[in-house]
């Protein structure tokens, strides 16, 4: 039995032992077999592990040699007896005082009874040299001991629990009553504790490492209180010199064990201890600084500071006293959003910030001056946008957003952890939770978790008042202390560079909860039985892709002694500093003191417009034409331009579309890539980089330029063309059969290239893509959809140009199987061509069902809708109607009012403005010019003449952030002016070319 205890032995150790016993081969076939169990590493990721942890194959190959391979298990046995942890263990053991036995009630804590009284009696004797503790308080201590413990051991023991069930049954008239005497037969004598723990080996080493940790940061904490106490009672107006209770630990454990404590003394005052690297005074000067210059309004936390810890006064969550309380406070949590955007601070969520009367109070100042942490994302236009995405408020914490999407079955929902929010949550995803907790039936189960609230919301009269009806005060506070910044650049750049050179701040490189869930893994009883295996578990790790792998090196060491992974950065510099000391090099490109000048140097109107854009979306208040409503005087010039005027005016105001998007692209020039950041619009509006969606995507902006290439002639704009191609044709996206969304989207796009400058390189990517397509997708009548965006209409229609174009019928047969089993009813009940009835109507025509189609017309005439519609778009109304019928019979428009549908808007996109109602007025001019051809042009005049006046189409966005996309931003308004000069130029909403 005792030959098990070698498999406590780690990688390095285990090679170590055996060449001193001159065995320096290892076993192929085990090393092969070891690389063929599943795992998430890649070959390079695991060559470079073995290569910097183990420094090479042959030392990894032995060191993963099995113990019944040991030619000298004595020797290792001894070897682990050396070891002062194991030395520690014995030390426990033999200490103990058996004759407290007969006291003690058994209960969960019985299989630690040795830790703990050797613990007690620890404590008991430290507080009778220190006397600053109660007995309350070492009781409080040795409970929170006693779950970690708990917590350590708890997989291991349910699987012992019922190995043992198999060879002796448990006695007891309830299931309680057998699981404590499982606990009385396995742990009933050191001699059990000793067998208990020599079958799960790792977990004997590490439970007696938390151990040591617990002793040695409780003694240095009560010599630190006991030193520190006249400052403390002088600082936070404590009488009493005795500590009555600790609260379990606040956070997580760092830095051999460290954990931040709620200490409270005996009057019943309490304080916040923080074993934490301590820039806490600068910081403290840094805020009222702020305070003063930019009117900040940053509750300053009262603090007794020293060099590697401080105090700090405990806030807590107290009542506000008025609705104006409640308005003061959320414009000072606009204002931290502001601070934290020029002073790049992240991490802020929902635990950071505490509701403290009309104060948001951050409780955690150590992530100001962060880093974007350097990710091997690859080299692309869509990695560069990443970035300056997370150069914004979106990624303070502040603002609402959702996390561990990427668990979520549907890889959309998640939980919103910012300090917003203000409910409960259910965790997208279950989670491995004990059931049957302390009784012979323990067991482990995916469970549905619900996240509690915190004290982040502000409390009146008893009850939580959210930020939902207090969104302009927040958006109010982040704009007015932008706005002083940017007046401010001088003072602020000055005081920086005269005070925060080398503050040392705490760097979040990988989120927290990745190290938890790694750390639960590793805690696995097959982990716990061998100590390779637990490695091979937190090998894993290297699978992150860092540009610098060897701060791995580092998680792995924190994390293989059950600590959370800490890193600190001097923000003077690039290094990135580990828990004990040991310096990354050049980890970042560049320090966070410049990166954070550069920010405020560069701060402008522009800079604060959007940001404010992306907090109304984050908020969830954002008023897409709010701009453009507010716009004076719009249509002041009534000039109607003709001929050549009209159509050199048309050209002028396409290149400065062109123009206003090429300002906002993000080229990368080692690629060929562009990529934008835009708003968009899925269920909701949000800010993001674009992906392939024809709605408002990469491939509606290729169309554009596009477009825009084959009417001016000019070769300039094929390199952003090239790069645009480069992009869609590399970003991941979804085999869906769809002609707006994943892979789909780009097949329109590619035809319209090859119809208007001949590209046959896109027509073979199209008919790639479409063959990808018909091969992946079989068609499910369930999951059909008759609607043109977000059904199945559109890619049918896709597929009948493929087929006219290679006149290979394979697509329209396809597309003809697909029609065939599409519903009558449309998906969305509208009169509209996007979304509604008249997209199936245009497929009848284009399958020649024109007696169906005239049926359908006369069905919806009479009696398809309860209520006439008043809307005039294309996607949900009479413009859409106009394109889908003009086409059949001339007298199947003659219900439609066209003065109406052709009105002038106060938008001007393609799905629902003036740019989807110049469609409709270039059908009819075709059938009559005399009467809309004037028409026509007094609309492109009016569109042309707000443009020139307001330097802004109407679109979604504000003054620097147009909406980009084809069918809601200024690239279809630019496409369908430039169909107005050529009609070779394909008709875009039916997909026409």
Known sequence: MEDNLINVLSINERCFLLKQSGNEKYDIKNLQAWKERKSVLKQDDLDYLIKYKYESLDNFGLGITPIENFPDKEVAIQYIKDQSWYIFFESILDSYNDSEEQLLEVDASYPFRYFLQYARLFLLDLNSELNICTKEFIINLLENLTQELIHLTSKTLVLDLHTFKKNEPLKGNDSSKRFIYYLKKRFNSKKDIIAFYTCYPELMRITVVRMRYFLDNTKQMLIRVTEDLPSIQNCFNIQSSELNSISESQGDSHSRGKTVSTLTFSDGKKIVYKPKINSENKLRDFFEFLNKELEADIYIVKKVTRNTYFYEEYIDNIEINNIEEVKKYYERYGKLIGIAFLFNVTDLHYENIIAH?????????????????????????????????????????????LAMKDKSDSKDEGVNLSALNFK???????????????????????????????????????????????????????????????????????????????????????????????????????????????????????????????????????????????????????????????????????????????????????????????????????????????????????????????????????????????????????????????????QDWNVGILNNNMYDGLPG?????????????????????????????????????????????????????????????????????????????????????????????????????????????????????????????????????????????????????????????????????????????????????????????????????????????????????????????????????????????????????????????????????????????????????????????PNALLFEL
Request: net charge neutral.
């Open 701 to 985: 902006i290729f169309i554009f330029y596009v477009a825009l290439k084959y009417i001016t002639k000019n070769h300039k704009y094929d390199y952003v063309i090239e790069c645009i191609k480069n992009s869609i044709y590399t970003i991941p996206s979804e085999d869906i059969l769809s002609a707006f969304f994943g892979k789909g989207s780009l097949i329109y796009p590619l035809l319209v290239d090859y119809r208007l400058n001949n590209d046959i390189n896109s027509l073979n990517v199209a008919v790639e893509i479409a063959d990808m397509l018909i091969e992946k997708k079989p068609i499910n009548n369930g999951e059909l959809k008759n609607d043109w965006i977000h059904g199945h209409n559109s890619i049918i229609k896709v597929l009948l140009l493929l087929s006219e174009i290679t006149e290979d019928e394979k697509y329209r047969k396809f597309s003809l199987e697909i029609f065939e089993k599409l519903s009558e009813e449309p998906y969305f009940n509208f009169r509209g061509f996007g979304h509604g009835i008249y997209s199936y109507v245009h497929l009848l025509s284009k399958f020649n069902r024109i007696d169906k189609a005239n049926s359908l017309l006369h069905k919806i005439k009479e009696s398809y809708f309860e209520e006439e519609p008043k809307n005039n778009s294309w996607c949900k109304g009479t413009v859409g109607e106009l394109l889908a019928t003009i086409e059949l019979y001339d007298d199947n428009i003659s219900n439609i009012d066209i003065n109406k549908t052709i009105e002038y808007k106060n938008k001007d996109c393609l799905c629902h403005g003036n740019a989807g109602t110049l469609e409709g007025l270039i059908q009819l001019a075709k059938k009559d010019p005399g009467t809309y051809q004037y028409k026509k042009n007094k609309l492109i005049s009016y569109m042309l003449n707000d443009f020139e006046k307001n330097n802004t189409l109407k679109v979604a966005g504000s003054e620097y952030l147009e909406s980009l996309g084809f069918f809601v931003g200024i690239s279809g308004v630019g496409y369908e002016l430039l169909r107005n000069l050529d009609s070779e130029i």
């Open 424 to 682: 409960e949550q259910s965790v997208p995803f279950k989670i491995l939770k004990i059931k049957n907790t302390f009784t012979d039936e323990m067991r482990f189960e995916y469970q549905t978790h619900i996240m509690d609230t915190a004290k982040n919301t502000p409390i009146m009269n008893n009850e939580k008042i959210s930020f939902i009806s207090y969104e302009k005060y927040i958006v109010t506070g982040m704009k007015s202390i932008l706005m002083k910044a940017k007046d401010s650049k001088k003072k602020i750049l000055a005081y920086i560079n005269n005070n925060l050179q080398n503050l040392i701040v705490r760097n979040v490189i990988r989120p927290t909860q990745r190290y938890a869930d790694m750390l639960e893994f590793s805690y696995h009883p097959n982990c716990f039985s061998n100590a390779i295996e637990r490695e091979k578990v937190l090998h894993n790790m290297w699978a992150y892709p860092y540009k610098n792998k060897k701060v791995v090196h580092y998680e792995f060491s924190d994390l293989i002694d059950g600590d959370i992974p800490i890193f600190y950065n001097n923000i003077s510099k690039t290094s990135l500093i580990a828990s004990d000391g040991c310096l990354v090099e050049d980890f970042y490109q560049e320090s966070a003191l410049n990166r954070c000048l550069n920010k405020i140097n560069d701060l402008c109107d522009e800079d604060i417009s959007i940001q404010t854009v992306w907090l109304e979306i984050a908020l969830n208040i954002y008023n897409p034409y709010k701009y453009i409503n507010d716009l004076k005087n719009q249509n002041s010039n009534k000039y109607i331009y003709t001929g050549l005027e009209l159509n050199s005016k048309i050209i002028q105001a396409c290149q400065k579309i062109e123009k206003k998007i090429f300002k906002r692209a993000i080229f990368n020039k080692k690629t060929n890539t562009v990529n934008w950041i835009d708003i968009k619009l899925d």
């Open 357 to 401: 009367g009309e104060y948001p109070v951050i409780i955690d100042n150590e992530t100001f001056f962060q880093q974007n942490i350097p990710i091997e994302f690859g080299n692309s236009a869509t990695v560069d946008a990443k970035y300056k995405y997370l150069d914004s408020i979106m990624v303070t914490g502040l603002v609402p957003y």
